[in-house]
């Protein structure tokens, strides 16, 4: 954990790093210009992404008798989160610009829901167990550079686009084990798998899973933003994501019958969308609030599941892995 964290910081470092090191390009090719550019050179915000969201994973392991397709279906729902987030962007010419996006946050609680499957008889559901969601966090990066294309008739605005690189990571731990569903007869008895009667609650307060999910993707957008009156303003942002990776780790803390770390890993790629709407109300010339509405879209499209057993390890097809977040933005907007 803690060389994780370490990792993290440096990579947000860098990152400011790397704004700094644009803010003196801009000076230099400001110098360079010959004609003065009145457009700000520097814009920061501070604000908050309000959001709650869930990660649906699902692989299939039919290819052993007596287990279902899919064979197990993870649903990490309603977690809400509380991003404070930072955001600052540098115009090293008066149309090309480089943007840094960061967000840190703790994880509000939720509900795991783990559903396993059986063949005997048909696809029948085997057992279902709700375990709540304690914690862990979430953070991203977002770091794009992109070009001013318009300018809209009477300084009403403008049209942006962009290009990038998003790292996306979530933490969740679940604890507690409460048997919703539980039929023994869907998996035949030579699997020697058994489940407790439905309503049987154990291990509370105890951490039963821990799940870590890292997307590394590439995106491409447009934003833009039409001035209703000088200080009134209509925004939108939307990326598209044309390639991204997942790799996620799984902890199943009660399976003896499982290595611990980690006892199922999955590598997928896939695809994914961003989209911000809202608003900004300009107080002064340099000082402004913004408040909207953000989804982020992440879906894989094939993937292996590995499960890491005591005894060796076996390899199955990731059928579905999804991750949803959305909600409320806001913050202050800072030009310089």
């Given amino acids: ?134 914690g862990d966090s979430m953070w991203y990066l977002n770091a794009d550079s992109g070009i001013r294309l318009a300018e809209y008739p009477n300084h009403r605005g403008w049209l942006e686009v962009f290009g990038g690189f998003q790292y996306w990571h979530t933490k969740y731990e679940a604890t507690g084990l409460a048997q919703m569903a539980c039929d023994n007869s869907a998996v035949p008895p030579s699997l020697g798998l058994t489940c407790n009667p ?42 598209f994501i044309p390639l991204t990776i997942i ?21 997928g790629f896939g695809f994914g969308a961003d989209a911000d709407v809202g608003a900004k109300f300009m107080f002064t010339k340099s000082v402004g609030l913004n408040f909207g509405y953000r989804v982020w879209w992440n879906h894989a499209v094939d993937g292996t599941v590995t499960i890491h057993g005591t005894s060796g390890f076996s390899e199955y097809p990731l059928t579905q892995f999804d991750s949803l977040r959305h909600g409320l933005t806001a913050g202050l907007n800072f030009t310089f």
């Avoid at 987030?85 to 509000?108: D, Y």
């Avoid at 799940?211 to 009156?229: C, F, K, M, P, V």
């Fill in 198 to 239: 439905a309503g049987t609650v154990t291990n509370q307060g105890q951490t039963v899973i821990t799940n870590t999910t890292n997307w590394y993707s590439i995106r491409a957008g447009a934003s833009t933003e039409y001035r209703l009156t000088r200080q009134l303003s209509l925004m939108a942002t939307a990326a």
């Fill in 1 to 134: 954990m803690i060389e994780r964290s370490r990792r993290a910081s440096i990579v947000v470092l860098c990152g400011w790093l790397t704004i700094i090191g644009l803010a003196f390009g801009a000076q230099i090719a400001a110098a360079q210009e010959s004609v003065t550019e009145s457009r700000p050179r520097f814009d920061f915000a501070i604000g908050t992404w309000i959001s709650t969201g869930d990660t649906r994973w699902a692989h299939n392991a039919s290819s052993m008798a007596g287990l279902g397709n899919p064979t197990s279906k993870l649903t990490y729902k309603d977690v809400g989160t509380n991003v404070i987030e930072l955001t600052g962007k540098v115009w090293v010419t008066p149309k090309w610009f480089g943007r840094l996006n960061v967000g840190v946050a703790g994880i509000g609680g939720g509900r795991l829901t783990d559903d396993d499957y059986g063949s005997n008889g048909g696809q029948r559901l085997f057992s279902r167990t709700n375990s709540n969601l304690s």
């Fill in 247 to 267: 790799d996620n780790e799984d902890i199943h803390h009660l399976r003896s019958d499982l290595q611990q770390n980690p006892s199922i890993s999955m590598l």
